[in-house]
Nanobody, 125 residues
Framework: QVQLVESGGGLVQAGGSLRLSCAAS????????MAWFRQAPGKEREFVAA????????YYADSVKGRFTISRDNAKDTVHLQMNTLKPEDTAVYYC??????????????????WGQGTQVTVSS
C-alpha cells in the first residue's frame, strides 16, 4: 500500500502561482511513476502531468504545457507540481496518483493504483 497526501492548494488570482506537494508513505516511492490529475465540477478527471520513477522523463497535458512543472524528490518521497500563470480554467480539485511502473508512464487514470484525497485549487479572474 502507498498513502498519498496532497497539500498546497488554495485561492489565487489569475496569473498567479501555486506549488502543490504530494507526500508518499508506504512502499518504495522510487518504484512508482507519479502523476497529477484534476477534476472540475461536472467534468471528468483529466490528466495534468506525470513523471517517471527516476524523474528523468516528464509529460504534460497540452493545456498546461509551458506553465506547469512536475518534479520529484525520491529521497524525501515527494512529488511537486509548480503551477505558474494560472488561469480560471485551471480551477479544480487536484489529485496525486501513483502507478507501480518502471517501463512506462501512464496517462490514463485507470492505470494508477493509488490516489490522494485531493486538494482544491481555485483561480479567480
Amino acid at each position: 500500500q502507498v498513502q498519498l497526501v496532497e497539500s498546497g492548494g488554495g485561492l489565487v488570482q489569475a496569473g498567479g502561482s501555486l506549488r502543490l506537494s504530494c507526500a508518499a508513505s508506504g512502499r518504495t516511492f522510487s518504484h512508482y511513476a507519479m502523476a497529477w490529475f484534476r477534476q472540475a465540477p461536472g467534468k471528468e478527471r483529466e490528466f495534468v502531468a506525470a513523471i517517471n520513477w527516476s524523474g528523468a522523463s516528464t509529460y504534460y497535458a497540452d493545456s498546461v504545457k509551458g506553465r506547469f512543472t512536475i518534479s520529484r524528490d525520491n529521497a524525501k518521497d515527494t512529488v511537486h507540481l509548480q503551477m505558474n500563470t494560472l488561469k480560471p480554467e485551471d480551477t479544480a480539485v487536484y489529485y496525486c496518483a501513483g502507478a507501480l511502473s518502471f517501463a512506462r508512464v501512464p496517462s490514463r487514470a485507470s492505470e494508477y493504483d493509488y490516489w490522494g484525497q485531493g486538494t482544491q485549487v481555485t483561480v479567480s479572474s
